[in-house]
T-cell receptor, first 110, second 110 residues
């Protein structure tokens, strides 16, 4: 069965303190791995798609990387507006199902 | 923002009553999805549609049915609501893993 595990569950950073969020996955034939951001009371917002090991994507202070077993979301010099829950999801080659992790709740203090 | 609306946004109902949630999109997208989000479980796919009258089950489809008679509308029905179906329900559109989510419906079943 496809599984996605995100760690840590919650992370508190000071503004400017860089860190990484982890997404470990098991899937039979990866079609893609996806990162989303979710603000309280809102629907998730798409950030990145990664398709193969070694691939990297960047957007502002965020960089996502992918290996055969896990993905990292690196946050460089975060700002308070980066506070949100970050979700990771995988999609298998065999179907259209998306399997999401439970998320990492990031708080950035000024 | 992708043109996705959900109605109602909040609903409180009693066990055993039928409930229908509506998702409306203005993007003319072929694929539409229904998810539920619960603490500790993340987002889980209930059903999805790949065209008018074409639907398929997701990870947690028991107790739910869907219908899509028009491209723009995707309905989720709980035939006889149970307390375990208390959740936040999100509709999404998109191809593959790059999906755009609606604002959500908070459903409470007493």
């Amino acid at each position: 069965e496809d599984q996605v595990t995100q760690s840590p569950e919650a992370l508190r950073l000071q503004e400017g303190e860089s860190s990484s969020l982890n997404c470990s996955y098991t899937v039979s034939g990866l079609r893609g791995l996806f990162w989303y951001r979710q603000d309280p009371g809102k629907g998730p917002e798409f950030l990145f798609t990664l398709y193969s090991a070694g691939e990297e994507k960047e957007k502002e202070r965020l960089k996502a990387t992918l290996t055969k077993k896990e993905s990292f979301l690196h946050i460089t010099a975060p700002k308070p507006e980066d506070s949100a829950t970050y979700l990771c999801a995988v999609q298998a080659e065999r179907n259209n199902d998306m399997r999401f992790g439970a998320g990492t709740r990031l708080t950035v203090k000024p | 923002d992708a043109g996705i609306t959900q109605s109602p946004r909040h609903k409180v109902t009693e066990t055993g009553t039928p409930v229908t949630l509506r998702c409306h999109q203005t993007e003319n997208h072929r694929y539409m999805y229904w998810y539920r989000q619960d603490p500790g479980h993340g987002l889980r796919l209930i059903h999805y549609s790949y065209g008018v009258k074409d639907t398929d089950k997701g990870e947690v489809s028991d107790g739910y049915s869907v219908s899509r008679s028009k491209t723009e509308d995707f309905l989720l029905t709980l035939e006889s609501a149970t307390s375990s179906q208390t959740s936040v329900y999100f509709c999404a559109i998109g191809a593959g893993g790059e999906q755009f989510f609606g604002p959500g419906t908070r459903l409470t079943v007493l």
